[in-house]
């Protein structure tokens, strides 16, 4: 089930939250916790029942190893069941995610013809996986600890962050399930909640989707991109990254404020980055957090020297490339980001300075760059969008500036209107106006933080959901289900 579709908005969210608050009413704060779950679960086996039992399996197997290392003493079986709880884990991604990937690669270098096994992705498995893990890990140090069953499937499966973030800790959220105060309806929550979570599906049916088309576009259909085909079509995929991702992590907390629960924050405008550390402490937060603790800083971080940090630092990039898909365009990108800390941290040891505004253009640009590895399906379309962001397929303007730049043609500038049908003038706009929004304009969680019930804050909450509503013509998923 889609944040952005009727059957979600319409009846999904009102049934589970009118009745979790009708359970604790009557003071069944077990019973209500337990019918999160259980919501939770339909939620997700909507889009495939048949994946309800890896969830299920996943949630039991990752709760019993959580109470043997809460309830054991010797070091030597708690490292033990560590690792096979992060064992099984990874596995389980593995053989969904990785499998044909590595099977195509042996098959690649060998010369041999070993048979993909097709498996199909289950939504959210790389969320709730490493959730699992980050929870087996605390437990390991003694910093979460969970005997309940139910508990333990509602930390896992609370629907708004399951299939596509935030990456939570155990002591994040339990503590306010747990909360008598949190049981009760908070219409000030409710507000602040309704307001992004209907902000975030303007920003989806609105914004990202009509980015997408342009994206799509140059990326899927175009056989050669010119200069200013490339640039708008790869600044259109950074847009529509860029919101749809926001969208998603406004419309999860949002829905997470309406019963009283507040998830972490896991998007800060990122394109606000004046360098690239800076972008990595906005964007994706929690992944972030995830590869910081449990593979940056057990690799030993920058405690051990100058290149075991750098080469940490490539090693925990990379990871978190793969960890978006099997694929070496994603390898790649990560391995771009990894190299470009690599570089800042040599730049910060050097004691070299940027002017802030000259820090953002770069940055801005070195991502846009790094996206397009991102969303490309092969290394054929990485490279047709690249050669022409360099103008390597020729610079092709349109028409109304022939007059102001007669002088270029001759340097092999033509002017022509562009062959997608759409004028450019419309898509320069809306790109300026996305960028614009992106650096210029306050981001939804200080927009929530300052939000105050009164009449004008509910016709705009209502103005939102109301466009957004009546543009659900084309349901489409979120970017991130496909990580």
Excluded at 419 to 445: E, K, M, Q, R
Excluded at 454 to 478: H, M, Q, R
Aim: with cysteine; proline share 3%.
């Amino acid at each position: 089930m889609l944040f952005n579709s009727y059957e979600y908005i319409i009846l999904f969210l009102p049934i589970t939250f009118a009745l979790y608050f009708v359970l604790n009413r009557m003071g069944l704060n077990l019973a209500a916790r337990a019918w999160l779950v259980i919501a939770s679960l339909f939620f997700y086996s909507w889009w495939n029942i048949a994946y309800l039992p890896l969830i299920l399996t996943s949630i039991t197997t990752n709760y019993l190893v959580g109470i043997s290392l809460s309830r054991s003493q010797g070091k030597s079986l708690r490292r033990g069941l560590l690792f096979l709880g992060v064992a099984f884990n990874l596995l389980l991604l593995g053989y969904y995610k990785y499998a044909d990937f590595f099977i195509s690669n042996i098959n690649s270098l060998a010369g041999t013809n070993i048979g993909l096994l097709q498996v199909v992705l289950p939504l959210g498995i790389s969320f709730f996986t490493f959730t699992q893990i980050a929870y087996l890990v605390d437990a390991y140090q003694g910093k979460a600890r969970e005997y309940s069953i139910v508990n333990y499937a509602l930390f896992v499966t609370f629907f708004p962050h399951l299939l596509a973030e935030p990456i939570l800790h155990h002591k994040e959220m339990m503590p306010q399930f747990e909360d008598p105060d949190r049981s009760r309806i908070n219409y000030e929550m409710i507000a602040r909640g309704l307001f992004l979570f209907f902000l975030g599906l303007f920003k989806k049916v609105i914004i990202a989707d009509n980015f997408a088309v342009w994206a799509n576009l140059g990326f899927d259909q175009m056989p050669t991109l010119t200069l200013l085909e490339a640039w708008m079509t790869s600044l259109s995929y950074t847009m529509q990254l860029y919101f749809d991702f926001s969208a998603y992590t406004d419309m999860a907390i949002g829905a997470a404020l309406l019963f009283n629960i507040q998830l972490p924050i896991n998007f800060f405008s990122p394109y606000k980055a004046v360098n690239i550390q800076d972008f990595w402490r906005r964007w994706h937060m929690t992944l972030g957090r995830f590869f910081r603790d449990y593979v940056y800083i057990p690799l030993g971080g920058n405690r051990r020297g100058n290149q075991r940090t750098y080469r940490n630092l490539l090693i925990t990039f990379i990871l978190v490339g793969l960890w978006h898909g099997a694929g070496w365009n994603f390898i790649f990108w990560g391995f771009m980001h990894g190299a470009a800390l690599l570089v800042h941290r040599i730049w910060r040891n050097f004691k070299f300075k940027l002017h802030p505004l000259l820090g953002w253009f770069i940055t801005f640009n070195y991502v846009n760059l790094g996206w397009v590895f991102f969303r490309a399906t092969s290394w054929a379309d990485a490279i047709k969008v690249v050669k022409g962001m360099l103008g390597l397929n020729g610079v092709i303007l349109p028409p109304s500036l022939h007059g102001l730049m007669d002088s270029l043609t001759a340097y092999g500038v033509s002017f022509d209107a562009l062959p997608w049908g759409i004028d450019t003038g419309v898509i320069t706009a809306a790109l300026l106006g996305g960028i614009l929004l992106c650096v210029a304009a306050p981001n939804s969680i200080e927009l929530k933080d300052r939000f105050r019930g009164s009449w004008a804050s509910a016709v705009l909450t209502a103005a939102l959901a109301l466009a957004g509503i009546l543009s659900l013509t084309k349901i489409t998923e979120f970017l991130y289900f496909n990580f």
